[in-house]
């Protein structure tokens, strides 16, 4: 019986390509910034005149002039286009070109003038069928404007995007919006609002609709998903439970990259960067951090196809970043489920 044998140079190479992909993953270091301070963010509002909307975007543009990234951000119920501010200036610190968007209908202007005992009625009376629809066109709507400006010589955002690398965040009523735009099917509303122009997502705080299956309103996905959520990550507008929110990786195809991670003693707020309300426990700093890290990670993968963010982002490097407690979780649609 003839037995092949690898030849020692073939054994010398493949160890020495082992060595190298450590090397590289080790290396790489989704948290580190170039120092110096960012520009301060733009604020602007554009108009949808094929619906009489004005729509307030704030930008935070990288360093570099060369056309980047673009990632478009959506608030949570009641937000504004001011809040969880720590991405952008971590993203766009990273290359990034992060839009965050202000929906009208379901912003701060819900409750600022309300009295304090009403406000929680008049958050969930702003989750209507209408708004969310107003949400999912809002986002291909800035898209739109965002190419015509990159496209006027005249314009402060000229060339600065590349708009063949867009992804696509938000947290609570934003992953809502998030989802709606990046596959999500819905049978209520009697069409899907997929945005091909979107290549990736992340939900902070995702959750599902009513009683559907999860893989009859996920199944259709087909870009890669990044969801984050905590143990305790609850909500009082929908009667949202942790258990919910999970449901969405379980709904995700196999044929796509998901990620989920479940920040251990995390509340809803956890994902923003705003005051705390009282007697909420303080937060944990290192989950900004994690939050960061896996997100930029993610980002470099899948919209600048970084192999040094694809090893670190699913190797022991990432658990590493995490407290031992945090529950982490991905699938990679050629080579099947990894568990830390």
């Avoid at 426990?281 to 192999?307: C, E, G």
């Amino acid at each position: 019986m003839n037995v092949l044998r690898p030849s020692p140079w073939l054994l010398y190479s493949g160890l020495l390509f082992s060595l190298t992909s450590v090397t590289q993953a080790a290396q790489y270091d989704p948290l580190k910034t170039e120092s110096g301070k960012s520009a301060a963010p733009i604020d602007l509002t554009m108009q949808d005149q094929s619906r009489n909307r004005d729509i307030p975007l704030r930008v935070y543009l990288p360093k570099s002039e060369q056309p980047a990234p673009v990632v478009l951000f959506s608030h949570g119920l009641g937000g504004a286009r001011t809040g969880s501010q720590y991405l952008g200036e971590h993203w766009s610190a990273r290359g990034y070109v992060v839009v965050y968007l202000q929906h009208p209908g379901s912003d701060e202007a819900v409750w600022k003038d309300v009295p304090v005992l009403q406000r929680l009625r008049a958050l969930k009376s702003a989750t209507t069928l209408q708004n969310t629809i107003d949400r999912y066109q809002d986002v291909s709507a800035v898209l739109d404007q965002l190419t015509r400006w990159n496209g006027e010589s005249q314009h402060q955002f000229h060339q600065r995007m590349d708009l063949s690398r867009v992804g696509m965040s938000g947290h609570s009523y934003g992953a809502v919006t998030t989802q709606g735009v990046s596959g999500q099917s819905w049978r209520l509303l009697g069409k899907r609002y997929t945005d091909p122009r979107i290549k990736a997502a992340v939900m902070f705080s995702p959750s599902i609709h009513g009683r559907a299956e999860p893989a009859d309103s996920f199944g259709q996905v087909s870009i890669p998903w990044m969801l984050l959520t905590g143990t305790k990550d609850t909500s009082p507008i929908n009667d949202t439970t942790v258990a919910d929110r999970r449901e969405v990786y379980q709904g995700l195809p196999d044929s796509i990259d998901k990620y989920e991670l479940v920040l251990f003693d995390a509340q809803h707020s956890a994902f923003s960067d705003g005051r705390q309300r009282r007697g909420l426990a303080r937060r944990n700093p290192n989950h900004h951090k994690s939050i960061l890290a896996v997100t930029t990670a993610f980002w470099d993968t899948y919209l600048l196809d970084s192999k040094q963010a694809r090893q670190w982002l699913q190797g022991k490097a990432c658990r590493g970043q995490l407290d031992p407690e945090d529950e982490w979780q991905l699938e990679v649609s050629k080579t099947g489920p990894v568990k830390n």
